[in-house]
């Protein structure tokens, strides 16, 4: 069992950053996936970014890329996304999970957090 806990969201307006934070607890094997995903009111669910506890793959989402950067602290078991230049279309909640391995940017994934809410005002 892994369990993950998502902070770090709140309201900020476009042009602005904010970091997220994702503490897993549980069995996290080194080689675990660690990803984001957002998903906004009415739409499905996205991939944003990836990244494996060994630090041997980052992945990314395509909408993001450039703005948006992932990383992590093994020593304390947290996944972070750092997100820049944020925009009105990047408001959604975002969702920390976990898997043995990289699912696709489609998969279904074994654990989930509660998700943080991030608001873009513009």
């Known amino acids: 069992q892994v369990q993950l806990v998502e902070s770090g969201g709140g309201l900020v307006q476009a042009g602005g950053s904010l970091r997220l934070s994702c503490v897993a607890s549980g069995r996290t094997a080194s080689n675990y996936f660690m990803g984001w995903f957002r998903q906004a009111p009415g739409k499905e669910r996205q991939f944003v970014l990836g990244?494996?506890?060994?630090?041997?793959?980052?992945y990314y989402g395509g909408a993001v890329k450039g703005r948006f950067a992932i990383s992590k602290d093994n020593a304390k078991n947290t996944v972070y996304l750092q997100m820049n230049s944020l925009a009105p279309e990047d408001t959604a909640l975002y969702y920390c999970a976990a898997d043995s391995s990289f699912r696709g940017v489609n998969g279904k994934y074994e654990y989930w957090g509660q998700g943080t809410q991030v608001t873009v005002s513009s």
């Open positions: 990244i494996t506890w060994s630090g041997s793959g980052t």
